[in-house]
């Protein structure tokens, strides 16, 4: 209940504990043990944040929330309530402006987001890697972003694993070790994945956080509420999910700081799934994110049973406290009750631990901060009771107020674009086609260099032809030479030639020696 610029939350006789607006970014705690009235509590506050125009996030695990989009009734048990509290003037049933998601599309407007914009940590939760697995997937998305090939959903996903699987020994020289052991592993965890009906979350169009934003026309603020019965069947995804929302609002919110009132306040129920098994280097991640996103204007509260559920670094963070019953029958138990006990600052008026053993349902001890941004000493108080419908709604009202959001048809339909399926398989065709021209022209070329062989081969036969009748004929030639001159040798002028030729040195030969030796004895 909004009530004199604060947030009525629980109230006893003497002491009206109340969230201050500008105190309330400072995060929360709503801890008990079930059915001790953590719900009850959750819808009050978002009733009262609501009422404030501050828009509120929750997941309503069991389906008991859907009760804030129509007026409360009659209820006795509200009213005896209300009188005892001393609200009968300002209390008034009312219904909140409300909105219905649901990852599965059924119960609410769909939350789709692509698988590239999820990221490989958050995916990495989703599908139970290791730390090595993780940076495999990790490499994964860095070819898609490097190549251009954008993965929208599992089956980008999977084409992308396949295609890099086959050229795993060229990707893994340019950026690491990719093994098939963690291909294999990522592959069947994507299986496994859809079999939950996980590929409506992955598509597009991608949600867009801002929508949860929204205040109506009296300037109330929505409250969103995810439909997570069946979601929380798959703890995993549930977790991932709400962490996936965190890390949204974290990186798209614009630093604020401290503002009057928060831009949105964010439930984590059953809180403790967050941090199952949860890595210490993922652990540090979300640490910083609780640290920081207060200056962005935005309110976390985490429900679950008992505070150690909540890592010690997160819990130090968490100023506004709510401590429904807890039960100790076993010495562990007793410790957790000592525990959650010594984080509040001491009323005088009672002893804590006993207190949070006694607690009814529907009360809590409540220790908010104050306007100097100190928590109060705790207070005994019970929990105001809701101004919306107490019970659940029926179909035909959900379908009617999701038929109505400004929200319809905007998520619904699924939106087809060039995806990395797709690229990887004109990939793939550009490849073949590519190997098949380099076999084409390997093959032009071995016919072009045996056409040339074939030529230079003939010229070389040609040319040996023509020298063998070139040889010939300069023998035939030469034979014929032979053979005229032997026949002319033999012929009678030739001879009778010769012989007056011999006659005619000899004579020329006797008269030069004749003459000589007259000389000599002259």
Known sequence: ?????????????????????????????????????????????????????????????????????????????????????????????????????????????GIRVSIYDIGPQVLSIILGLTEIQEAVLTIIYRIAHDEEMMIYDIKDLRSLLQYVGER??????KYGNITTQSLGVIQRSLLALEDQGADKFFGLPSFDINDFLKTNIDGMGYINILHAKELFNSPDMYSSILLYLLNRLYKDMPEVGDLEKP??????????????????????????????????????????????????????????????????????????????????????????????????????????LNEQGEPEIVNKVRILPPESYMGVIDN??????????????????????????????????????????????????LERQKEEARLKKEEQKALLEKQKEEARIKREEEKKKKEEERAMKNSVGYKLGKKVVNKSVDKVLNKGLNKLFKNLFK
């Open 1 to 109: 209940m909004y009530l004199n610029g604060k947030l009525l939350i629980g109230k006893n006789k003497e002491v009206d504990s109340c969230i201050i607006p500008k105190m309330a970014n400072r995060h929360g705690l709503i801890t008990g043990a079930s059915g001790t009235g953590k719900t009850t509590t959750v819808k009050v506050m978002a009733e009262s944040f609501s009422s404030l125009g501050v828009p509120v996030f929750v997941a309503d695990v069991k389906g008991d929330l859907s009760g804030c989009a129509i007026k409360g009734g009659e209820d006795e048990n509200v009213k005896i309530r209300v009188e005892e509290l001393g609200l009968s003037n300002d209390f008034k049933y009312q219904a909140f402006p409300t909105r219905f998601w649901d990852v599965y599309q059924e119960m609410g407007h």
């Open 168 to 173: 795993r020994s060229e990707y893994s020289l």
């Open 263 to 368: 831009k949105i306040v964010f439930f984590f129920d059953e809180a403790h799934l967050l941090f199952n098994n949860m890595p210490d280097y993922r652990l540090k991640n979300v640490i910083q994110i609780v640290k920081l996103i207060r200056s962005k204007g935005i309110g976390l509260y985490f429900i679950s049973q008992q505070p150690s559920d909540i890592p010690n670094e997160i819990l130090s963070q968490l100023s506004n406290r709510i401590q429904h019953a807890l039960r100790a029958y076993t010495p562990n138990e007793e410790k957790i009750v000592k525990s959650a006990a010594d984080s509040f600052r001491v009323n005088p008026k009672f002893k804590t631990y006993d207190e949070i053993l006694n607690l009814k349902t529907g009360e809590a001890l409540i220790s908010f």
């Open 396 to 445: 035909m009202t959900r379908n009617r107020i999701i038929n109505n959001s400004e929200f319809v048809g905007k998520y619904e339909e699924v939106i087809e674009k060039e995806d990395a399926a797709h690229l990887v398989l004109n990939k793939k065709y550009e490849e073949e086609a590519k190997v098949k021209e380099e076999e084409d022209k390997q093959k032009e070329e």
